[in-house]
């Protein structure tokens, strides 16, 4: 459970990393509302491997892919609503 949680996690924020270095590298500036709004797409890979995992019966698997989708969502709200 402890390796989906990590890749819960993870994946998004390797997504995202790679569209800031992506606006990095264009010279352009992200502002926090699209920060937000980018953070939450970066999440959307976690559906494909949740349901995938379910579809395998790989229970512990997907709650922890769940769990980590849970914690990238608190993560995205404080960066909407304090960032």
Not at 30 to 52: D, K, M, T, Y
Request: aromatic share 14%.
């Amino acid at each position: 459970m402890r390796w989906s949680v990590l890749i819960g996690i993870g994946l998004p924020a390797f997504l995202l990393g790679i569209v800031l270095l992506v606006f990095d590298t264009q010279g352009k500036e992200i502002q926090s509302a699209a920060l937000a709004g980018l953070a939450a797409l970066s999440a959307v890979p976690n559906l494909l491997l949740f349901f995938w995992a379910l579809r395998k019966n790989k229970d512990t698997m997907a709650y922890g892919i769940l769990m980590g989708c849970i914690l990238w969502a608190l993560f995205t709200f404080g960066i909407k609503f304090f960032g």
